[in-house]
């Protein structure tokens, strides 16, 4: 589906990231060169200096990760759960070896615990080493990270969770696991009653399927579940989906005003402004959710 | 070919006779080493074991699959070491690993539990591809029907063959024979990843995929150029499979345009106002494949003009060698030649001297 292409240019890199919906259509990033690239048992793993985007990381030819727009993404997976739960202490992140999830749900000084269950330890590697940013929540005691597949670790690991983040990156992704009724199911048997656990649903219109299908054997476990979106420039399509899930659907109803004030000072996007648009969705979505 | 240079060639040899082309072969092997880069090419030596090929292959530095001990015989005589060939067959005998571990340390390949009993007494010598089936019910020759384990249950004897201490570095597949599509390669892969995640992740080392042969020639049918065809695996193999030794097994795409066949009308009837020509070879001879490879060969003839209905037989007494029924052909004279392309795969390989008729001669040309 993406691949790179080099071509000559009469100045400057002639080195293009090509990120394709169907290879029909898609976002191209130039970039400066190439920082690193390396194979893990699970998939190629790039990094590149471009010249619009910062650092871009790329997991089987698939642009995961640009240092210009992730903090939308990890702001709008983590945030809008985190703030409408009275007091989230443990956390689970299934994915999100980057880090990135990780770092902003440490903001919030109500968590005692968080696990990162990553499949690819090349990745959280890779990271720490380009994106020093993104990685610095590693580093903090309350972190925890284990190399398993999600699917494995919270079908033999017992404890409960009062938020669950699924940060996978790609319905091509390295963990087919993730997909199936099964894992949705075991997600629900380790959420705490009043927990929400958030799915990454790409992106509402060229993936719609696949957000319709999470909503469908979502809607069948969870007494409440709610679809949001954020626009995403390095997302080919612009625009990310993700869905909001709880076994008690009142904790939708609820924002806590007096924590938001200290999370959004530390937010390049995020706000209460936001968190409410978010959860607005156009006429397309609406109907394919209902189809 | 020229008809004319067949013809002179013909005058030399005799028929029925199949010419080698050794241009062809290299270019075969270099056509498809470049729409599979850096994937290891390993003969399947049953398509056409004729030492020629053999010999010719090892100049390009193919690699080899081979899957008995008289296979592994023509890799000694053309003193190809052991260290470029895998053994591919499923089911052997005490005997024939023996043989294959004293040519040297090969890989083997098992798709069941009993077969992995066979490898204890020799577990330090040698390394093991698990032979995943992939059903292809729609090509040619449906290769997962025989042999290998079903997707669902190749970790299991993945774990099994781990347990007993036997070196499992690969997994293999078969997408079928002369295949229309890549889909079936990328289904199967897919089916590896996952296989490769869970063994990654109990530190079981998988370092080789065989993605096996299948890749299509052209017979009566054209098929995508290779390279078009290859495409999307090589796309699919780097973007996660990068860190992995890839190998394949081709036969077909390589031996099968090598060969072009000479055989001449041995006699003719006008049976029931059909023409009914014998030709020199037939289903027992180099024509095998028709009957158990259900290949169908491009025919070229010189003459031309008004065309009846005829039937193309063998030479045997058996009433099963016959070729084509009901096709339209000039009227050809005794001993007038015909000529048939794409010969060279699972043709004179399986042809038998049956009645007494000589297998085809073999005549290495440029």
């Known amino acids: 589906m993406n691949s790179l292409i080099k071509f000559t240019t009469e100045s400057g890199s002639s080195l293009w990231i090509k990120n394709l919906i169907h290879g029909m259509s898609g976002l191209t990033i130039r970039a400066k060169h190439a920082v690193f690239c390396d194979s893990s048992p699970f998939q190629k793993i790039e990094v590149f200096d471009t010249y619009s985007f910062g650092m871009v990381m790329c997991l089987g030819g698939t642009v995961v990760l640009t240092e210009y727009d992730s903090d939308i993404y990890h702001e709008m997976m983590t945030h809008p759960v985190m703030l409408m739960m009275k007091k989230p202490q443990r956390i689970c992140i299934i994915g999100g070896g980057d880090g990135g999830c990780l770092r902003e749900v440490l903001k919030h ?9 990553e499949i690819d330890k090349m990745v959280t590697d890779t990271v720490k080493r380009f994106f020093s940013d993104l990685s610095k929540g590693f580093d903090d005691p309350r972190a925890q990270v284990v190399y398993d597949d999600g699917y494995n670790y919270l079908k033999s690991n017992m404890d409960k969770f009062d938020v669950i983040i699924v940060d996978s990156y790609d319905p091509g992704g390295p963990v087919g696991s993730l997909e199936t009724a099964d894992f ?9 009653d009043d927990g929400i656990v958030v799915f990454q649903t790409y992106s509402p219109t060229v993936n719609g399927e696949f957000l319709r299908n999470t909503y469908r054997s979502a809607s069948a476990l969870f007494q409440k579940t709610k679809p949001y979106i954020c626009s995403m420039h390095s997302f080919p399509e612009g625009i990310c989906s993700f869905l909001a899930c709880a076994k008690n659907g009142n904790v939708f109803e609820n924002f806590e005003k007096s924590r938001y004030e200290s999370i959004a000072e530390c937010c390049n996007y995020y706000n209460d402004d936001v968190h409410t648009g978010a959860f607005l969705l156009p006429q397309h979505i609406k109907r394919l959710l209902r189809s | 070919m020229e008809f004319s240079k067949i013809q002179e060639l013909v005058a030399r040899h005799g028929t029925p006779v199949l010419f080698l082309s050794e241009s062809r072969l290299r270019d075969g092997y270099r056509n498809l080493k470049a729409a599979l880069p850096g994937v290891d090419l390993y ?8 030492r020629e090929i053999v010999s010719i292959l090892n ?20 003193d190809i070491t052991a260290d470029r060939c895998i053994h591919t067959h499923p089911i052997k005998r005490d005997s024939d690993i023996r043989y294959a571990v004293e040519y040297g340390k090969p890989w083997f390949v098992a798709d069941n539990e009993d077969e992995l009993y066979k490898f204890i007494p020799y577990k330090d010598k040698l390394r093991l591809l698990i032979r995943m089936s992939i059903q292809n019910p729609g090509c040619l020759v449906n290769l997962s029907a025989k042999f290998g384990v079903v997707p669902e249950k190749t970790w299991d004897l993945i774990i099994k063959a781990h347990d007993l201490g036997l070196n499992v570095g690969g997994i293999s597949f078969h997408a079928g024979s002369q295949n229309e599509s890549p889909l079936k390669y990328i289904e199967a892969l897919e089916y590896c990843r996952d296989i490769c995640k869970k063994a990654a992740l109990k530190g079981i080392n998988i370092e080789v995929i065989d993605i096996g042969g ?37 036969g077909r795409v390589l031996s099968g345009p090598t060969m072009t066949l000479a055989t001449k009308v041995m006699g003719r009837s006008l049976r029931n106002e059909r023409w009914w020509y014998y030709l020199d070879e037939g289903v027992y001879g180099s024509f095998s494949g028709k009957m158990y490879d259900h290949a169908d060969y491009p025919m070229f003839l010189e003459r031309t003009g008004e065309r009846f209905n005829s039937v193309l037989a063998g030479p045997t007494c058996d009433s099963i060698d016959v070729l084509y029924e009901n096709i339209s052909l000039p009227l050809l004279e005794i001993g007038e030649m015909l ?3 794409s010969m060279g795969a699972y043709t004179t390989a399986s042809a038998s001297n049956f009645n007494g008729f000589p297998k085809a001669k073999i005549v290495v040309v440029d």
């Open chain 1, 109 to 117: 000084d109500t968590v005692s615990s968080v696990v990162i269950v």
């Open chain 1, 184 to 192: 949705y199911s075991i997600v629900a048997q380790r959420l705490a």
């Open chain 2, 43 to 50: 003969y399947a030596v049953k398509s056409n074991a004729t």
């Open chain 2, 59 to 78: 100049t390009e530095d193919a690699f080899f699959d081979v899957c008995t001990n008289g296979e592994i015989d023509i890799l000694k005589s053309c």
């Open chain 2, 214 to 250: 299948g890749f299509p020639i052209n017979y009566l049918t054209p098929v995508l150029p290779m390279a078009q065809f290859c495409q999307p695996i090589v796309d699919y193999l780097d973007r996660y499979f990068s860190s992995y030794r890839i190998i394949a097994e081709p």
């Open chain 2, 339 to 341: 000529i048939f392309e």
